[in-house]
């Protein structure tokens, strides 16, 4: 049994609630506060992800992209204009299946904590805000900078909008990169834009044209090619 009292602060709270309920359910669509509301939302957080930019993926190195060491100036000057900046390494242990003598595609290359495997030495890393590393199975190679890592738990905790892609080499981790962020399911539900930087990508060109139908492809995707960086404000 209820006292009178009790009953009607009952009421009382009952209808307070329905107030609040309601203020919050308005407040998104109302007057400023849903103006403030929607701009809040509507941040653009803009990352960029820079893709193996590794001694051995450079003029010299035991995997050397031809003009690699050319993007490592775009990178730094990109770099200060992103909210936040990530960076993938190709991060292999010595007996790793990708290698020539396992049975693989590719002479040794970035071999965890070797000076090939480290940053080219002009790259200004304090922008950098993580590292992640791919390729660290021996069993298993990993071309996608989201391929074992959390790059994209990082992505969705910086709440970012835009997605912008560089590094080495245009037809493989770039593409494997940019593709695997276009195709997340996350994309959808988070909604973020996926961009490559041409100007930052270099191609390895095994067959001649390689590096220009990956581009094609990203774009026919839906990836946003961005040829001149410059031109928004980048
Ligand atoms: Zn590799």
């Known amino acids: 049994m209820m006292t009178n009292d009790a009953a009607i602060i009952a009421r009382r709270s009952g209808a307070m609630l329905v107030g609040l309920l309601a203020a919050i359910l308005l407040a998104p669509s109302s007057g400023e506060a849903g103006q403030q509301y929607r701009a809040k939302r509507m941040k653009r957080v803009r990352a960029l992800v820079l893709v193996d930019l590794q ?5 010299g190195g035991a995997l050397a992209v031809t003009r690699g060491n050319e993007v490592v100036r775009v990178a730094n000057r ?7 900046v990530y960076a993938s390494k190709d991060w292999h242990p010595a007996n790793h ?19 090939g495997a480290a940053f080219h030495p002009a790259l200004k890393t304090k922008w950098i805000k993580t590292v992640v590393y791919k390729g660290t199975d021996p069993a298993k190679d990993a071309y996608s900078a989201f391929e074992g890592t959390d790059l994209i738990q990082q992505v969705v905790r910086d709440k970012v909008t835009g997605l912008y892609f560089m590094g080495l080499a245009t037809e493989y981790c770039d593409k494997a990169t940019a593709m695997d962020a276009q195709n997340l399911k996350l994309k959808k539900q988070f909604g973020f834009n996926v961009h490559l930087l041409t100007e930052g990508c270099r191609a390895v060109n095994v067959n001649p044209g390689d590096g220009q139908r990956a581009i094609e492809e990203m774009r026919d995707s839906g990836i946003i090619i961005v040829d001149n960086a ?4 980048l």
């Open 78 to 84: 990109l770099m200060p204009h992103f909210d936040a």
């Open 97 to 115: 299946s990708s290698f020539v003598e396992q049975g693989g595609p590719w002479p040794v290359h970035c071999v965890q904590n070797t000076k």
């Open 230 to 233: 410059a031109a928004l404000g």
């Open 55 to 59: 001694n051995d993926f450079m003029p």
